[in-house]
């Protein structure tokens, strides 16, 4: 069964960048559209990014349009999310999964994923 797991999390300053990585395991994810979300404390989480299986149609949230990019490397079974001149309204929990199949903006907005969240990597932006 396909695992993404998800790593790059830090403690950083605000202006700061971070790189990062969504890690498929048990399988392919060159099949799927692949999401960003996080979820910060006391909030709901939230879609930030998502970009599709081919030939790489691209999401973002507005909140973080022009800071946030997303891009996927198929032959490393791997979807990153770089984050350019963090903010302290960044902290966060960023998890990555899998959409199901439809529209990928659709998906992406409504969380809709295959199987069940993974642990997550931690950013924290302070100073």
């Known amino acids: 069964q396909l695992q993404l797991v998800e790593s790059g999390g830090d403690v950083v300053q605000p202006g700061e960048f971070l790189r990062l990585s969504c890690v498929a395991r048990?399988?392919?994810?060159?099949?799927?559209?692949i999401g960003w979300f996080r979820q910060a404390p006391g909030k709901a989480r939230e879609a930030v990014s998502c970009?599709?299986?081919?030939?790489?149609?691209?999401f973002h949230a507005d909140s973080v349009n022009g800071r946030f990019s997303i891009s996927r490397d198929n032959a490393a079974n791997t979807v990153y999310l770089q984050i350019k001149k963090l903010k302290p309204e960044d902290t966060a929990v960023y998890y990555c999964?899998?959409?199901?199949?439809?529209?990928?903006?659709?998906?992406?907005?409504?969380?809709?994923?295959?199987?069940?969240w993974g642990q997550g990597t931690q950013v924290t932006v302070s100073s």
């Open positions: 999964a899998a959409l199901l199949l439809g529209s990928m903006e659709e998906m992406c907005v409504q969380q809709r994923i295959f199987g069940s």
């Open positions: 048990g399988g392919s994810l060159d099949s799927y559209d």
């Open positions: 970009i599709t299986s081919r030939p790489g149609r691209i």
